[in-house]
């Protein structure tokens, strides 16, 4: 089945604890992107990736890391997480990048305290 | 003006109500556009693309208006089960590979 993964679905964690979100899609797909929702402020892209080993900030990439060392893995990751962090955070990927179907993984609650 | 406005709504409309919504997008040099929904909480799933002769798919009608920039979705003949939020999705254009979601509007079919 095509489909994008996430792990964790839920994570609760401490300020300043690291942790990583991981990403992966089997559907052979160029582009991959992370983006945060909350509330009032709907979807916000935080970096996207072209291709292996091309990365690039969205518009809310201050405290997250990403790396995209094989085409089928995103893994996002903060360093030292804050409780303005705290959101549902989806993967998405596509074939042609902004010009295709986004395909979205189930999305990870965090919460930091 | 904010990249993509959407009414946030919420729309309650009866069962079988035609509902229209429409989607705002400041940047002139966008060219990819899209409608997607969400059900509470769940990750969005495409409803249509929009292209610029508009484009039609059952119950849905989408248009492309490049003068007024703004794109609109029309529902016909609505569905308990089309309650959810749907959000417009622009490139930012310019060579950008990034995507701008609208903050979504919610719509609630009644019986």
């Known amino acids: 089945e095509a489909q994008v993964t996430q792990n964790p679905r839920y994570l609760i964690t401490v300020t300043g604890k690291k942790l990583t979100v991981t990403c992966s899609q089997n559907?052979?797909?160029?582009?991959m992107s992370w983006y945060r929702q909350d509330p009032g402020l709907g979807l916000r892209q935080i970096y996207y990736?072209?291709?292996?080993?091309?990365?690039d900030k969205g518009d809310v990439p201050e405290g997250y890391k990403v790396s995209r060392k094989e085409k089928r893995n995103f893994p996002l990751i903060l360093e030292s997480p804050s409780p303005n962090q705290t959101s549902l955070y989806f993967c998405?990927?596509?074939?042609?990048?902004?010009?295709?179907?986004?395909?979205f993984g189930p999305g990870t609650r965090l919460t930091v305290l | 003006r904010k990249e993509v406005e959407q009414d946030p709504g919420p729309f309650n409309v009866p069962e079988g109500a035609t509902v229209a919504f429409n989607c705002t997008y400041s940047?002139?040099?966008?060219?990819?556009f899209f409608w997607y929904r969400q059900d509470c909480r769940k990750e969005p799933k495409l409803l249509m693309s929009?292209?610029?002769s508009g484009n039609e798919d059952g119950r849905f009608t989408a248009q492309l208006n490049r003068a007024s920039q703004y794109i609109s979705l029309l529902i016909r003949d609505s569905k308990l089960s089309d309650s959810a939020t749907y959000l417009c999705?622009?490139?930012?254009?310019?060579?950008?590979?990034?995507?701008?979601f609208g903050k979504g509007t919610k719509l609630t079919v009644n019986p």
């Open positions: 999705v622009v490139n930012k254009g310019g060579g950008s590979e990034k995507l701008v």
């Open positions: 559907m052979n797909h160029e582009y």
């Open positions: 940047n002139s040099a966008s060219q990819s």
């Open positions: 929009v292209y610029s």
């Open positions: 998405a990927s596509s074939f042609e990048g902004v010009w295709d179907e986004q395909f």
């Open positions: 990736s072209m291709n292996v080993e091309v990365t």
